[in-house]
Nanobody, 127 residues
Framework: QVQFVESGGGLVQPGGSLRLSCVAPGFSLDYYAIGWFRQVPGKEREGVSCIGHSESNTHYADSVKDRFAISKDKATNTVFLQMDSLKPEDTAVYYC????????????????????WGQGAQVTVSS
């Protein structure tokens, strides 16, 4: 059974940076659209960023645009989320998952369209 594994979370001060990694043993992250989501207790899972089969095909939520950057390394089968200028409101558990129906990212990220959710990585932004 495929399960994605997120890593790289932690505690960082406002204005700081973190880089999350997403791996999926036995599953190629290159063909399908891969998304990063985040969730805080009591709220729905929110789409943050997506990268398609083409590395130039990316999408960002307005709340993270110009601060976060998604990328992938085909050699290591890893998708990254570089998070800069972090804010307290970025605090959440971050998940990566695959959209098995698409190889391209579109404007809307809906959690129910994604599969193979991992355990998530906690990101806490606090002074």
């Amino acid at each position: 059974q495929v399960q994605f594994v997120e890593s790289g979370g932690g505690l960082v001060q406002p204005g700081g940076s973190l880089r999350l990694s997403c791996v999926a043993p036995g599953f190629s992250l290159d063909y399908y659209a891969i998304g990063w989501f985040r969730q805080v207790p009591g709220k729905e899972r929110e789409g943050v960023s997506c990268i398609g089969h083409s590395e130039s095909n990316t999408h960002y939520a307005d709340s993270v645009k110009d601060r976060f950057a998604i990328s992938k390394d085909k050699a290591t089968n890893t998708v990254f989320l570089q998070m800069d200028s972090l804010k307290p409101e970025d605090t959440a558990v971050y998940y990566c998952a695959a959209n098995l129906m698409r190889s391209r990212c579109i404007g809307t990220m809906t959690a129910h369209e994604y599969s193979y959710w991992g355990q998530g990585a906690q990101v806490t932004v606090s002074s």
